[in-house]
Nanobody, 123 residues
Framework: FQLQASGGGLVQAGGSLRLSCAASGIRLDYYGIGWFRQAPGKEREGVAWISTNDGRRDYANSVKGRFTISSDVAKNTVFLRMTSLSPEDTAVYYC?????????????????WGQGTQVTVSS
């Protein structure tokens, strides 16, 4: 099983990015997918999750209204659209999978992790 996160980069404050999480070896519609981030010196934080089976999703309060998680089951890929980015969003972003239709923002629940992709927002 493998998750491949991509799409990070350097963007100015107020800008947008779209992260992708491509899965291989698993069918995403059997899993809940979460996006997490970790800034230097800080704990890993849950950002958003989606139940790809029925599209239910939720977000951390810090990103509600700015980030959108979505999935393309045919492409076995989950996306995180990030808008109105601020320097506080700077972090390494990870996607993760859990064999559950009821995922959460708790990192401890996820057992398949992709490598991170760096997002840097300049002021």
């Amino acid at each position: 099983f493998q998750l491949q996160a991509s799409g990070g980069g350097l963007v100015q404050a107020g800008g947008s990015l779209r992260l992708s999480c491509a899965a291989s070896g698993i069918r995403l519609d059997y899993y809940g997918i979460g996006w997490f981030r970790q800034a230097p010196g800080k704990e890993r934080e849950g950002v958003a999750w989606i139940s790809t089976n029925d599209g239910r999703r939720d977000y951390a309060n810090s990103v509600k209204g700015r980030f959108t998680i979505s999935s393309d089951v045919a492409k076995n890929t989950v996306f995180l659209r990030m808008t109105s980015l601020s320097p506080e969003d700077t972090a390494v972003y990870y996607c993760a999978a859990v064999r559950s239709y009821y995922p959460s923002l708790g990192a401890h629940e996820y057992d398949i992790w992709g490598q991170g992709t760096q997002v840097t927002v300049s002021s």
